[in-house]
């Protein structure tokens, strides 16, 4: 299983220009923001599932681009699960005909570009014979993260959250878990406004993580334009014996 990220900014402007997508293999994403602008026609056309973690627009902005340039150009529609409530929020606010056009039932409701593929959190869907598992977490009604494996390992995608100690409980004796990809989104002197919009800075996600095996490597995304090395820095500082590394675009893993 071949992991590359595509996008992992916490916005425009700064060292990472793209916001959060990965792509699994050649035919999954990990959320879809402007990160899919990197595939030319031809590998968008390979994606038939989108998992999305929650419903802001640095996450989801690729997919209603997505949708509409692969129509005609693929057989069958693009699978999107998601949390119900996430669904819920992408019908009402995104795929409304107001913002765009509803590609569920685009050019028909029989023959869809993308149809909708609600979960419960807590489920499992199989994909060639890859297994994603969601957890919820603290941030959005209905936000999720991603437990991502096949046979030989995997990752966890934390999407954007805060302070969930379930999620690490749930994942803490895991032997196949050698990554996790997390939010780190403001330096410490801003813990406050972090808390408020449901993501970490180094102090939080430091206290959060300390059951979890010293030999997991963290991959921190969602680092706010200008203040990646700042944020990086303090996570090195706070915790010296764990290994803390920040994402670029174009990185690769093999699993």
Known sequence: MKLKVLGCAGGIGGEQRYTTCFQVDRDILLDAGTGITSLDIDELARIDHVFITHSHLDHVAGLALLVDAVRGKRRGAVTVHASEQVISALKATLFNWV????????????????????????????????????????????????WVHERKGGFLFS????????????????????????????????AELAAKSGHFCPQSLIDDIAGMPAAIEFLIYHLKPGQEHMIMSELREGSATRPFRALKCGDEFVF
């Open 159 to 190: 999407g954007d959250m805060c302070s969930t100690p379930d999620l690490w409980t749930a994942l803490q004796r895991t032997d196949k878990l050698s990554k996790v990809i997390v939010d780190c989104s403001f330096p410490n002197a801003e």
């Open 99 to 146: 913002l765009w056009p509803d590609f569920s039932v685009i050019p028909s409701a029989e023959d869809p570009v993308m149809r909708w593929a609600p979960f419960t959190p807590g489920d499992t869907i199989e994909v060639g014979g890859r297994e994603i598992t969601s957890f919820p977490v603290k941030h959005t009604p209905g936000a999720v993260a991603y």
